[in-house]
């Protein structure tokens, strides 16, 4: 073999490894999130979506197309909040149990003013406290994001934009675009902010969670470890019980 086909292999092995480190613990494959543009529309919601608000009355917020100020492509998903409120558009995404997934978007904002409470825009998984960073005040595009670990028995994921949230009503515009969800191959260790997202508890971020088990695991040792010496005789079942047999 010549000392030219030699270098030829340690280069292309050098460019595969490098891809393959580069690919590792990232997204793959396209979003599973349909219409993440807003490029299509069902008059004023756009395909795939489902608008809804604290406050519904068409006085109190409005919702659309906005050909003006698209982040990317011809169209965004503007979100208008004329008095307090807390306005989300959201879209049920299909997942498997057991995976990480990456959810995305880019949000803009011009006066995001919050009458009560502090959050503003952002993306977030819906009926849970998962979200990402809020935008307020007047900012221009930014990208947010977060990681999301699915628990048991889970096979769709609610990811909404929102204007305002639980106990923060805004006022104020926001546009949407680029929301996307992608499925994330491992290693996950330095993936952040990370939710698990399951049946019992949907917005635990999965350190505090990790906690929660090693804590509940301890109390049921320390459980069993009495029963079993209340068994033998060795402790009353009561701690008062020998104090008193004592007394008499």
């Known amino acids: 073999m010549t000392i030219g086909l030699k270098k030829g292999f340690r280069v292309a092995g050098a460019a595969l490894l490098f ?17 993440g543009g807003f490029e299509e529309w069902n008059g004023s919601v756009p395909a795939g979506w489902q608008m809804s608000a604290w406050r519904l009355s068409g006085s109190d917020f409005s919702a659309g197309p906005d050909i003006r100020q698209p982040h990317e492509g011809k169209v965004s998903l503007r979100i208008d909040n004329k008095v307090p409120n807390d306005t989300l558009c959201i879209q049920h995404v299909p997942i498997q149990e057991g995976h990480v997934y ?3 978007a880019w949000v803009k904002t011009l006066n995001v003013q919050a009458g009560q409470g502090s959050i503003g825009a952002c993306l977030c998984v819906g009926s849970t406290w998962i979200r990402s960073t809020s ?8 990208p947010v ?51 698990t997202y399951g049946i ?33 005789g060795t402790l009353p079942f009561l701690p008062w019980s020998r104090k008193r047999h004592r007394k008499k």
């Open 19 to 35: 891809s393959s480190l580069w690919w590792y613990g990232t997204a793959t494959g396209p979003s599973l999130l349909v219409n």
């Open 135 to 142: 935008l307020v005040g007047t900012r221009d595009w930014a």
């Open 145 to 195: 994001e977060f990681y999301v670990k699915t628990g048991k028995d889970v096979d769709r994921l609610p990811v909404a934009c929102r204007l305002g949230y639980w106990s923060s009503t805004v006022t104020g515009t926001a546009w949407f675009d680029q929301v996307s969800v992608d499925e994330v191959i491992p290693p996950f260790d330095n993936l952040s902010p990370m939710f």
């Open 102 to 104: 990456r959810v995305s």
């Open 200 to 232: 019992i508890n949907p917005a635990i971020p999965t350190s505090r969670a990790r906690w929660i088990r090693m804590i509940s695991f301890g109390l049921l040792i320390l459980i069993i470890s009495r029963l079993i010496l209340v068994a033998s």
